[in-house]
């Protein structure tokens, strides 16, 4: 089964052709300014099984756990598309509100709790983790 996804203008689309092998809410500092204030929530994929057509502007940072984070977003529209630490082996974080069906992915873990906000609502039912698991 393949799963497709789109930014808020619709210049970038891609198709997954996996399913994720986690699914995790992330309350560290960068997603928080990223995703406006909430958690960022994203699905972990293998690289090569995602396809993007349009245009895509990536940014890196050192983030929280000391690896160097790529993010890709949209030109046209500003979508955060997807995150990646540039580590070997490592899988692509699809940021699960860009895709056509976001209830498709739930998520299973919930990290970087300890950099939450006081009023974060944090899902007792999952695990949480104070920074990266
Ligand atoms: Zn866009
Ligand atoms: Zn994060």
């Known amino acids: 089964?393949?799963?497709t996804g789109a930014c808020f203008c619709g210049q970038v689309r891609y198709t997954i052709a996996a399913e994720p092998v986690g699914v995790r809410m992330c309350w560290c500092r960068d997603c928080q300014r990223l995703a406006s204030g909430s958690a960022t929530v994203n699905a972990l994929f293998p690289?090569?099984?995602i396809t993007y057509e349009g245009e895509i502007t990536t940014f890196e940072?050192?983030?929280d756990s000391g690896n160097v984070?790529?993010?890709g977003f949209c030109p046209?529209?500003?979508s955060q598309i997807f995150s990646r630490p540039k580590v070997a082996d490592?899988?692509?974080r699809i940021r699960v509100g860009t895709l056509d069906d976001p209830s498709a992915f739930p998520p299973t873990a919930i990290i970087w709790t300890d950099s939450a906000p006081s009023w974060a609502v944090l899902d007792p039912a999952l695990p949480h983790h104070p920074k990266a698991p």
Do not use: F, L
Request: proline share 11%; hydrophobic share 30%.
């Open 69 to 71: 984070v790529e993010r």
């Open 1 to 3: 089964m393949t799963h």
């Open 47 to 49: 690289p090569q099984a």
């Open 76 to 78: 046209n529209c500003g």
């Open 90 to 92: 490592t899988p692509t």
């Open 61 to 63: 940072k050192v983030a």
